[in-house]
């Protein structure tokens, strides 16, 4: 590992051979827009209106360089933000113990947390930016610049002022300092601040490198402080040794995958998950370079969850090697030796074939044991498998590898439905009326679960107690996102379910909108792929033709399709279940049960009363 200070001394180096010319704002450049310069707005809103005040000093400020009106401590946080502004450009000596890292998260984490503060940050490292005599510092103010783009925006009235001093700034710096200002607008500002690989990318001004492990290979993304899990997972699809799944996920995980991050497969941001890993390291005492050239933590490819429905074997080799790595890591852990045994016999199977040889499977169980293994002898588990061999196909070669992985993957679907689930945490839910705050939801092939989750919910599988469940089979409706006005407060989902004759569920999340993708393809799936459907009013077969079906509210007909191409022209076939007779009915009078085998008659009688409900609430 390199030293901290030949690090540093190498990125001084690196400074000075860039550093251009030092230039004025609103100088030597083209404007953005028509928006005023730096100084101009200076002149209009600063309250020291003199033309220095809006030029470098090595000066301690008296107080906020913008006049506005200020509370709540505000002004006091930018006066301790300017020192931490000071001491990162070289301006003011480092303090013994404070990291570059740390200087710039703290302004970072004052311009994420106090809205009110964004515009004097900004006008603060402007002003250090423009007429700095020295070379080293004014690189640094463009470094700090391009970290405050990537983290937090100014107001509108700050906007165009940014946009042309960035404009008119030096071309090493202009396009890339740019950049980063646009992704922020178009992809938000962050929650945290930025981690050692931004600094380190501003620096040298090279995308950020993020490899990422899918258990069959690995590939890099390239990306930025702004990088989405959803960009990620498309430069994972874009390699032609994994196909489209919508159950699989990134995932940010330590190196020992004891602690797993899910940042799913849409807008959550990277870095400000990396933020929370690094932020464990330095408070063990590591140095942000120590970090960045260490990484504590790996990007993973990985299924997160299973359809409720029977998968075709979609990135089969992966979900297998999943499975098994985490049954030796102790992420899924089972307690049935007879299963286990099985496991293993499938497992030299796969990788040695049908001869049994009893030194290789001691060997394979040496090298990889599975987690829990250990309370049993070897010899044991070599009797337990041996005889698995004897008594199965497994001697006489009658199944391929492929059919043993796949029998593993649907044990693990079966056998652990929460650590197969889509995680959303920090949630509030309002179930008819009772609330429930600080929870964790879950999404997986049975259904949604309610979780009170534990300290140690990052590990897979920790949760103190289920508060409740919503089975897809009793799902009735998903309803849109609803993002209030108000954006301190979560968006939220309803979930309509026939439990108890008519209940409503409203999840508050901050990704309501991923919550709600997950359930509705769930709950969809389950409706195209079912052949169960509910009268939801009656319909009288028209005179004596006997090739219609008449049925009452409440009947369940059985069809002999699935949804998905039963209707026909507004039309299907089905078997009343009542009557026994078969005969066409229109589609509109009937909706789908969300069940892709058989429902059970506590089921049918939940939706026969939800249809009674419904027939009564809307008047027919």
Known sequence: MSNPSDVEDALRFLEEQQAEPVRGPGLGGKAASTAMNFREFASLFFQDKRPESARHTRALLEGPLVKQIWGDGDSERVLTAWVSILRFIGDLPPKEGVTNLQLVQHVCNIGITRPNTRDELYCQILKQTSDNPNKISHARCWILLALCCSTFLPTKALMGVLENFIAAGPPIYQQFVMERLERTIKMGMRKRPPTSLEIASCFTKNPIEMPVFFYTGTISHFGDAQTTAGEIINTVYADSRV?????????????????????????????????????????KGMDWLEIKDDVPWCLVFRKETFSPWIERPVNLELVYTQVMDGMERGTYICDDPERVALILAQRYYIQHGHQFDRSKLLRQIQLNPLAGMESIPDQEWLDAVENVFKLTELSRKTVTVEEMKI???????????????????????????????????????????????SKAANRAGSYDREIFKIPFVQIANVAAVVSPADKTKQPSCTITSVFDGYSKYIIYSDDATLFHETVEYMYKGCCFRSKYVMASCAYKAPGDAATFLSFEQGDLIVLPKIWAEADNGGWCTGICERTKKAGDFPSANVFVLPSVSRPDASVIALFSKYASQRRTTSGL
């Not at 990134?250 to 849409?266: A, D, H, K, Y």
């Not at 929460?418 to 879950?442: H, P």
């Open 243 to 283: 196909k489209r799944d919508p159950g699989c996920s990134i995932f940010l995980c330590s190196r020992t995958m004891e602690q797993m991050t899910p940042l799913g497969s849409g807008r959550m941001s990277v870095m400000d998950a990396v933020f929370e890993y690094e932020a464990l390291l330095e408070n």
């Open 407 to 453: 029998e593993t993957v649907s044990f693990a679907r079966s056998r652990w439905p929460l650590e197969f689930s889509r995680k959303f945490m920090n949630c509030a839910v309002d179930a008819s009326g009772q609330m429930f705050k600080n929870v964790t939801v879950l999404v997986n092939a049975d259904g949604v679960y309610v979780m009170q989750a």
